[in-house]
């Protein structure tokens, strides 16, 4: 079990104070008030914080990065929602996404949830589970806000998130689920370009994610027609495990493991 001692809940105007005193007290971190209060607590790396009501996790001693906020409205998601090629794009491919068939997908390692929402843009019911409570609180914050927002609200209504940790929960899930979605913290690479700006933030919060491989098993289990995993293409595959087959990307590539195959309509 980690320690969030380092971690800490703040708001940058008084107006978000009582979000701020809620998200901490949900997911049981220090609560410090105003952000300016931050250079009192010398223990403090990360701040969770409320900035024109929207939750941000800023790394404290490397504030130039900026902040990361999970926004389902603009930007990424806003650009991939309208211009990503929809269907025909290599990750509804991957699912097997298909006239007729509109899988319900659990996303397993849902993180800032960009692919769970691509998905749900797409018709799919998706079921995210996030383990790190700092990445699920920001999930929860940026699904929130976009329920307020016409253009996108009946595509996150799409979404639920879970907060548990999925090698435990998969064995729990009794629902309907035709596809897993894997997409686990990419293995270290020594020489590799500079990693983004959130992966380097998050792992230097979380650490490697070291048991990625027993995701596979549990979804093996519990997918009814495939899993998907997300791979770096210099990557071994999950686990070792052969997949029944591959869509290769320029820098990435999905790992494919079909349970059958999926109907004809």
């Known amino acids: 079990m980690n320690d969030y001692n380092h971690i800490a809940v703040a708001y940058l105007d008084t107006i978000d104070s009582e979000a701020a005193k809620k998200v901490a007290q949900k997911w049981q971190f220090n609560y410090i008030g105003d952000a300016a209060c931050a250079i009192k607590h010398p223990n403090i790396r990360f701040l969770l914080q409320f900035n024109q009501q929207a939750l941000e996790l800023i790394k404290l001693d490397e504030p130039k990065l900026g902040g990361i906020k999970v926004d389902f409205v603009e930007g990424a998601s806003a650009h991939r929602r309208k211009f990503g090629g929809g269907r025909g794009q290599d990750i509804a491919k991957a699912i097997g996404l298909k006239h007729g068939f509109t899988p319900h997908v659990l996303d397993a390692t849902a993180g800032l949830g960009r692919d769970a929402f691509v998905l749900a843009s797409l018709g799919c019911q998706v079921t995210l589970i996030e383990r790190m409570p700092v990445v699920a609180a920001l999930l929860e914050d940026g699904l929130a806000r976009a329920k307020l927002n016409h253009e996108v609200a009946d595509i996150v209504q799409r979404m639920q998130l879970t907060y548990s940790s999925s090698i435990e929960k998969m064995n729990q899930v009794h629902n309907n689920i035709d596809v897993v979605y894997l997409d686990p913290m990419y293995p270290h690479r020594e020489k590799s370009a500079a990693v983004k700006k959130e ?67």
């Open 199 to 265: 992966m380097r933030v998050f792992q230097s919060l979380v650490g490697e994610d070291l048991d990625a491989d027993a995701l596979l098993a549990p979804a093996l289990t519990l997918a009814k027609y495939r899993i998907v995993v997300k791979r770096p293409s210099y990557a071994s595959p999950l686990n070792n495990k052969t997949p029944s087959t591959c869509i290769k990307m320029k820098k990435n590539r999905f790992d494919i493991y079909v349970n059958q195959g999926i109907p004809k309509h």
